[in-house]
């Protein structure tokens, strides 16, 4: 351990803002080990954020789009020089590029004790292509070979990724599951629904092939076509960083549309939920644990989904909203329908989601899930002051 009383900890992590709106938790958690936090990212507009919790902000600018051997490598030797100065007992690192950059970081570093944050795969894992195949295969030979040493701990938000990686969900000697980046529920808090019909369906996510966006849209065209009064409201930005990201002019083409509406980001998520009676998100799969489920479910919201890692984790078919197929239009049409049929088990359906939260979802859940983790990677030196 280094010099300090408690011990130092350094979180990985390719953009502030990614940081600022999912991993707070996670660095107050730390600090109230009494740990010192570093947070290396690129830095953009939420230092200030991430610095009110305690932790230290470190520039590293990197490409985040940028995979390959020699833009990775050069990453890795800027970010290797950052951790030797600063020497932390604990490399996190959070994200598929972050593990990947961090892991030969630390290698080089010589830190032993690394945790790697599995946050889903994101296009990798929604690719069903043998690009997608080689891929994801490709990762794990990385990750279970030269990137892991001895220290190694993974964190997984959901059962099945664990297992892509060849690792037992259920060994707590290396995998910990935490309930995704964990919510508020003060913050997110249940409100009255708004008057129907029509049944108004939202999607507040990175507009994204991979999140389904246009399945939405076509089951939304096919459910108002067969007499069911819905309409669909997506909240995002394109992501010019992602390679299948939809096109601005895509969305404004679809906000044409009768039923069919983009807003554009928010930085209000509460205030959409108000306004809808559906959280929805038609992922095609690489998710952890989408936050925006655990928003909408939280604030009350019957939550319709698709049945891949990460959204089945918290969403029960009948109980807290339907899961359906991805990539299945007719499927998810059938899902407005049969809610927008029959409000009583809609709101029913948004009371169980709310419980589900409070169950072990919650930024406080999360934080004492993240602190064993660190304690029993420290040792009893490592206490709550």
Not at 191 to 210: E, N, Y
Not at 320 to 344: H, I, K, Q, S, T
Request: overall charge positive.
């Amino acid at each position: 351990m280094s010099g300090d009383r408690f011990g130092r900890l350094a979180f990985v992590v390719t953009e502030d803002w990614f940081f600022a709106s999912h991993f707070l938790p996670m660095a107050r958690a730390a600090r109230e080990l009494g740990l010192e936090v570093d947070v290396i990212t690129r830095v953009r507009d939420h230092a200030s954020v991430i610095e009110a919790t305690g932790a230290r902000v470190v520039p590293l600018e990197a490409e985040r789009r940028s995979l390959n051997p020699i833009a990775a490598g050069n990453a890795a030797g800027r970010l290797s020089a950052i951790l030797k100065a600063r020497r932390p007992d604990i490399v996190h690192c959070i994200a598929l590029r972050s593990i990947l950059v961090g892991g030969a970081a630390a290698a080089m570093a010589r830190i032993d004790r690394r945790v790697y944050a599995l946050t889903g795969l994101g296009y990798l894992g929604a690719r069903p292509d043998l690009v997608g195949r080689g891929a994801r295969a490709a990762i794990r030979t990385l990750l279970r070979g030269p990137l892991q040493s001895r220290g190694t701990r993974f964190l997984f938000e959901n059962e099945d990724d664990p297992r892509l990686l060849g690792l037992d969900p259920a060994d707590g000697s290396r995998v910990a599951i935490v309930g995704g980046a964990g919510i508020d529920p003060d913050i997110f808090a249940p409100a009255p629904r708004p008057p129907s019909p029509p049944l108004k369906v939202a999607i507040v996510a990175r507009m994204l092939w991979s999140k389904g966006i246009d399945t939405a849209v076509e089951a939304v065209r096919i459910a108002r076509r067969e007499g069911a009064d819905v309409t669909l409201s997506l909240y995002g930005a394109p992501d010019p960083s992602n390679p299948r990201a939809l096109g601005e002019a895509q969305l404004r083409d679809w906000s044409r549309e009768e039923g069919i509406a983009w807003h554009g980001p928010t930085r209000d998520a509460p205030s959409v939920w108000r306004e809808h009676h559906v959280c929805c998100l038609p992922s095609r799969g690489g998710e952890g644990l989408p936050r925006t489920l655990l928003e909408g479910a939280a604030c009350g919201r019957a939550v319709v989904t698709t049945d891949v890692p990460g959204c089945r984790r918290l969403v029960r078919d009948g109980r807290e909203g339907l899961v359906v197929p991805p990539d299945d239009p007719p499927a998810l049409a059938r899902a407005f329908a049969e809610l927008a049929g029959d409000p009583d088990r809609m709101a029913a359906m948004g009371e169980a989601a709310r419980a589900r939260v409070l169950e072990g979802f919650t930024e406080r859940a999360v934080m004492e899930q993240v602190k064993t983790l660190y304690r029993g990677m420290l040792g009893e030196a490592v206490s709550a002051p």
